[in-house]
């Protein structure tokens, strides 16, 4: 029982604006200590979602609850969730450390106690060197880490980003998310992520949750939604998956398990429409009967040992426990 104190519920929760839904009874059990992503197309209600938890978007029906208490009705400060803004939003007139301290400085902690506070947080993001900064004379990732630190200044059990790393270049995208995962781990909190993007949920989360049209479509262990998804839309968006439709109903199947053979061999024929070169792997996409298109990811040795062209015909197979059955 101990282990599930500082849990996060989502019981039927529902937002409207109006007469648009953005989110439709959603209910979900996030653990504590773990770093789950919301993962979704845009305006499925990720950042609905996540308001609602922060308490910066009253629910229209259901509640949330935190260490089993209910939390739907209180101010953001006191829900003991803190969120990080994707523009990060820092006083431009403080230092670095005066916006750290800030939410101390209202609660009317001494100033001694709040700068060693503040200290501390920065040390934990590694921007203890520039302290005395102002916000304009940081880099974007500098930034970040700043916002990062003043939010979880407040000692939240849950941190709540919202695409978090979309501002940053590619390079620095990564960097960053290392050290989310880190910070995550080393605080023992749960953090609970808005992304788009497939790969950082997958490299970042215990737990994926999968979103489309308001609601939840699939939500797992990131390695469960992304061998086993269940419908065609979580396939697709996971990528890496073809779908397919075969006698008995819709599958996926993974690209890199779909195997290359000569014609006339494998489970079906495929006429080749398109070769890329993708470094480690080779993508060929086969036309199959029915107007599908399968890709089939060949190792690059494999493909160079016999390369394939536009036009050629070739035999396509799987192992029939690799291949997946869609409910929609
Ligand atoms: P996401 O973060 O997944 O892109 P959002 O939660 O921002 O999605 O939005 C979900 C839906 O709710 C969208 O259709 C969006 O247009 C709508 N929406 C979001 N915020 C508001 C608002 N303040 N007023 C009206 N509609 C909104
Ligand atoms: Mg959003």
Redesign the pocket.
């Known amino acids: 029982m101990a282990a599930q104190r500082q849990d996060l519920e989502l019981v039927n929760v529902t937002?409207r604006?109006?007469t648009?839904l953005?989110?439709d009874a959603i209910s979900h059990h996030f653990k504590s200590a773990s770093y789950t992503c919301l993962l979704?197309?845009?305006?499925?209600?990720?950042?609905?979602?996540?308001?609602i938890i922060a308490g910066h978007?009253t629910v229209t029906s259901g509640s949330v609850l935190l260490a089993a208490r209910d939390i739907s009705n209180l101010p953001p400060a006191r829900r003991g969730t803190a969120m990080m803004f994707q523009n990060y939003a820092l006083f431009p007139h403080l230092s670095v450390i005066d916006n750290v301290a800030f939410s101390l400085k209202m609660k009317g902690v001494d100033a001694k106690e709040r700068r060693a506070q503040a200290g501390e947080m920065l040390s934990l993001v590694d921007m203890t060197a520039l302290a005395d900064r102002l916000p304009d004379q940081l880099s974007g990732g500098q930034q970040q880490r700043v916002a990062l630190a003043r939010a979880l200044i407040t000692r939240p059990q849950v941190l709540l980003l919202?695409e978090p790393l979309s501002a940053l270049d590619p390079f620095l995208r990564i960097r960053m998310r290392t050290e989310l995962r880190r910070l995550q781990r080393e605080l023992g909190i749960s953090f609970v992520h808005?992304t788009?993007g497939q790969d950082e949920a997958l490299a970042l989360a215990d737990e994926i949750v999968v979103?489309n049209n308001?609601r939840i479509e699939q939500a797992g262990p990131a390695r469960e939604v992304f061998n086993a998804p269940r419908t065609a839309f979580v396939a697709r968006f996971m990528g890496g998956h073809n779908v397919i439709a075969l006698p008995g109903g819709h599958f996926a199947i993974r690209s890199d398990e779909v195997r290359v053979s000569a014609p006339d061999t494998g489970l079906m024929a495929g006429q080749v429409v398109a070769v890329e070169y993708q470094g480690n792997h080779v993508s060929v996409t086969a036309r199959i009967a029915g107007d599908q298109e399968v890709i089939a990811l060949m190792p690059d040795q494999h493909f160079f040992n016999e390369p394939k062209i536009p036009g050629d015909t070739i035999g396509l197979t799987w192992e029939q426990s690799n291949l997946h059955e869609l409910t929609a």
């Open positions: 937002k604006y109006g648009a953005a989110v979704g197309p845009s305006g499925c209600g990720k950042s609905s979602t996540l308001r978007e919202d808005v788009h979103m308001a």
